[in-house]
């Protein structure tokens, strides 16, 4: 590997051609390649279907491989590691519908996988990101999806839990495919539409709102395959029209998720337990923790998973490593060391720029070798070329490579926004030997071909310009130092609920001092009210367990019945100042954590407040473990889901509503057996393993009754006998009827919604909250516990309601990435910030009034009053340049030429005459 360049000369000359299994077996590859276009080190490997290794043959890559990196008496190597933990994120494995005939998958070659369709969107799959049909290799017009294959069913070969994800990509699929063809008709058959994750509501809106695209509500089975056309024949039912049959051109198989193929062989290896499922044995109070201590789980092995869980359980399992580890800590860790930086102040500007496919995302619209070949036309620019993937480790490499090659002092990428990959790319320019800071972006995805999917010829145009308004900024670039900021060893967590409280202890036990800020005066939050989980976890007793840890833990340290008055500094040297119980105080800390919880909605629908039999799922639970009779005695109790929130007012699902609702529902018939309990749902969205209690809710004669919002139900009180009764109107779409039930008690499946102290908390923190009033995450793959404000991190219901396993995955992972920072002696402030020409300042005060982090003061100099930038305070928004009526105040790497050189290349040179001409 270390001697392979990538030339792929070896892949020419290869005459072994097979199915390739990264693109599902639709194309086909040479038994020596690499493995995947982003793959790195980007060299190539050799398979078992090579030809040498089955039979001694051929080798003649050997002789074509100019570098000598290939060797076919490579033999296998034992090597053993000493570790004092292990990791497994052995991930998960796609559902094979194989394993089902009703599929017909591999019999009917126009019935695909999900995971085939993905391929076949990718610029990098089988049809270089056209959707073309095997058959004929057309585009399809009508397409279906089916969801839930290989998920709830308990039929031989599949799985009786919910894959949790399904819904949503084979969402994202259809969105994709109308972005690919206007006028493709798209159907996605389902059961219930599990859209449950954060924003996943408004996603599914935004799919359903589309023009051609239809959710249909019913099982399916595959009927026929037309023998001429290759069109797959779907029966299903309707409410109106009974069983309909309808031809499609083809159908996406939407697969569930698969415990890995190795897992019963690494259990056994590591000694640790799978599930019933196949998966990792876990306890929800501990979900990264396997049977075995000093063995944890991370990711889809823990059960399926979507990206951002995979994300932060890898970093609450790295927690608990550091945990175990800590007296380790810091003994293997090297400092990176960069290049000597070059001096190009001096030298004319010669710029590189870097223009990205990013799959289809840019390249499906934009013409990108026609932009490539018009940036090298302007001025200055030495260098242009594409790639595929410019955030891909062997693309970062390679423009690093360019710049020293061709001794670019200037470089601009053109691909997708700086909020995301700026750091990435500054620091594939620093690695070249030129400072950071002559870096520039050019975001020709969000602002341009995202928003121009179907004006691709102008979408060509406006890359081009936006490329060309970034060159003529880049020919202006100054370098700028950065600052380098001690930290401070303490953590201050905002919340004393099962969150702040685990991510205080994570953090505690790995050496550093916490101070923990509740403002009630007793630690618990939500889950105070809390008594049973579906798994049957005694809540009560685990949270007595935790508040007894912290408080006899000795570097934590519990503030109750707090107040935050104020809160300022900068990362790594943080001071808030708190009002509390133990008097007022102020805190240091290098690190902030905002785990306030939420809290539960109170109804003012269905007679609630009203009637004292209306109760909400926590007061129900409540009333349970209390054993009040007047519940347990209960004939009829009818349950409502939904109840605020998947409305105008509030867009979005709980998430957790339904599972509460099936495990108080099945803890009314453990007590009462005859009790007649009935569910009012829109979806049943009982994801994951919570599947199975919705399943056993049914067996035990729970009824389940939808509703459509247009349609809900209806609650009033009427006289019966004298007495007055709660009489809930909902519709049986079976039926064709409204359906009367008569109930003792009513229990509205309430909303979680933001704490009251989310606007103040965001405020004082610097932090931004999403369009629910939820705290806002930096990004929701990459940065799922952590802030846009450097230094602040996120765990808990704060970020949006979640079960209590849940939690704790964040908690751990948000205390994985505090010790990120609190391991280190120095963190590194941005350069990008405002200063003050003393010369012009009058001291009018109006950059300190704007100034949202305190970062602009007055002083006194030798000309008086004049007001100053506190560079690490500073971050770079620019705002109080805008407001100085002298322009005394400018922006590091945002200055008035960069700027105005930017807006003279926004028209071009024979606009601009023309311009001037009118203008005259």
């Not at 926590?618 to 473990?625: H, T």
């Not at 705290?775 to 802030?787: D, G, M, Q, Y």
């Amino acid at each position: 590997m270390d001697k392979c360049t990538g030339c792929a000369v070896c892949t020419e000359y290869c005459p072994v051609q097979y199915p390739d299994p990264f693109n599902q077996n639709i194309s086909r590859n040479k038994a020596i390649h690499v493995y995947f276009s982003q793959a790195f080190p980007l060299v190539a490997y050799i398979d078992e279907s090579c030809r040498y290794l089955k039979e001694k043959t051929c080798a003649l890559c050997e002789g074509v491989c100019k570098a000598d990196a290939i060797d076919f008496h490579q033999k296998p190597q034992k090597v053993e590691i000493n570790v004092g933990a292990v990791i497994l994120a052995a991930g998960l494995e796609p559902y094979d519908p194989r394993a089902n005939p009703e599929y017909h998958y591999g019999e009917f070659v126009n019935v695909v996988t999900s995971m085939d369709f993905e391929r076949l969107l990718s610029a990098t799959g089988a049809y270089s990101g056209e959707i073309l049909r095997a058959s004929d290799l057309k585009h399809p017009h009508k397409i279906a999806w089916i969801s839930c294959v290989g998920s709830r069913r308990v039929t031989e070969g599949e799985n009786s839990y919910c894959s949790g994800v399904c819904c949503t990509y084979n969402q994202k699929q259809v969105i994709l495919t109308k972005e690919h063809d206007a006028a493709a008709e798209c159907t996605i058959f389902h059961n219930d539409i599990r859209s449950f994750g954060k924003d996943f509501e408004r996603f599914y809106q935004r799919t359903a709102d589309l023009p051609g695209v239809r959710f249909v509500r019913s099982y399916v089975s595959i009927v026929r395959e037309d023998p001429v056309t290759k069109n797959v024949t779907i029966r299903y039912s309707t409410p109106d029209d009974g069983v309909r049959e309808e031809e499609f051109e083809m159908v996406v198989l939407s697969v569930g998720l698969n415990p890995p193929a190795e897992a019963q062989a690494m259990a056994g290896k590591f000694g640790i337990d799978l599930n019933a499922h196949g998966f990792c044995l876990t306890d929800s109070a501990k979900p990264m923790e396997t049977s075995r201590a000093g063995i944890f789980v991370s990711g889809g092995f823990q059960g399926p998973a979507d990206i951002p869980d995979s994300v932060l359980t890898a970093s609450a399992a790295g927690s608990q490593c550091g945990e175990l580890l800590n007296y380790r800590r810091g003994k293997l860790s090297t400092e990176r060391v960069y290049p000597q930086e070059r001096d190009v102040s001096g030298e004319a500007p010669r710029i590189g720029v870097f223009v990205c496919h990013c799959g289809a995302n840019i390249g499906r619209i934009v013409n990108v070798p026609d932009v490539v070949e018009y940036a090298l036309t302007l001025p200055n620019v030495v260098h242009s070329q594409e790639q595929l993937f410019s955030c891909a480790t062997n693309s970062s490499r390679e423009i690093t490579d360019m710049t020293r090659e061709k001794g670019l002092n200037r470089v601009v990428v053109a691909a997708c926004s700086p909020r995301t990959l700026e750091p990435l790319f500054r620091d594939t320019v620093r690695e070249a030997g030129i400072n950071q800071y002559y870096y520039e972006m050019a975001n020709i995805r969000e602002h341009n071909s995202w928003v121009h999917a179907r004006e691709k010829e102008d979408a060509t145009q406006k890359a081009k310009d936006l490329i060309r308004m970034s060159v003529a900024r880049a020919r202006s670039l100054e370098p700028l130092p950065e600052y380098d900021l001690s930290v401070d060893k303490t953590a201050l967590v905002v919340g004393g609920g099962v969150a702040g409280m685990t991510c205080s202890l994570s953090i505690a036990d790995q050496g550093h001092e916490v101070y923990l800020v509740e403002k009630e005066k007793e630690l618990g939050g939500t889950a105070r009210r809390i008594h049973y989980t579906l798994e049957g976890m005694d809540v009560q007793v685990y949270l007595n367990d935790l508040i007894r840890k912290v408080y006899r833990h000795p570097l934590v340290h519990v503030h109750t019945g707090a107040t935050i008055t104020e809160a300022g500094g900068y990362i790594g040297n943080f001071v808030t100042w708190v009002k509390s119980d133990r008097g007022p105080a102020e805190i240091r800390h290098g690190a902030t954590v905002i785990a306030i919880g939420a809290q539960e909605y109170r109804p003012a629908e269905y007679l609630y407040g009203q009637d004292e039999r209306v109760l909400t799922q926590l007061d129900l639970e409540e009333w349970i473990a209390e054993g009040d009779e007047k519940i347990v005695n209960a004939g009829s109790v009818v349950m409502i889901q939904c109840v605020g929130c998947r409305n105008e007012e509030r867009n979005y699902c709980s998430k957790i509503c339904c599972t509460h609702a099936i495990k108080n529902a099945l803890k009314l018939k453990e007590k009462n057996p005859g009790m007649d309990v009935s569910i009012l749902f829109r979806d049943m969205r009982t994801y994951g393993y919570a599947e199975d209690y919705y399943r056993q809710a049914s067996e035990k004669d729970v009824k389940f009754i939808r509703f459509e919002p247009e349609d809900a139900p209806q609650v009033e009180t009427v006289e019966e006998e004298g007495k007055p009764v709660l009489r809930v109107t909902t519709p049986d779409y079976i039926l064709g009827a409204k359906m009367v039930l008569d109930a003792d008690y009513l229990v509205l499946s309430a909303a979680a919604i933001p704490s009251a102290a989310t606007q103040d908390v965001a405020s004082l923190f610097k932090v931004t909250l999403n369009p629910d009033g939820f705290f806002k995450e930096a990004h929701v793959k990459l940065r799922p516990v952590e802030f846009g404000t450097d230094g602040v991190y996120l765990c808990g219901m704060a970020q949006y309601p979640k079960h209590i396993s849940e939690t704790v995955s964040q908690a751990y992972g948000a205390a994985g990435r505090v010790l990120t920072l609190l391991s280190r002696d120095i963190v590194t402030a941005s350069g990008a910030v405002a200063q003050v020409d003393e010369g012009k300042c009058v001291s009018c005060g109006a950059c300190i009034t704007v100034c949202s982090y305190g970062a602009i003061d007055f002083y006194e100099s030798l000309r008086g009053r004049r007001a100053r930038v506190n560079p690490v305070l500073c971050k770079g928004d620019g705002v109080c340049n805008t407001v100085c009526p002298t322009s005394a105040v400018s922006l590091k790497h945002f200055t008035d030429e960069e700027i105005w050189n930017q807006i003279d290349a926004a028209v071009q040179e024979e606009e601009t005459v023309s311009l001037m001409g009118t203008v005259c």
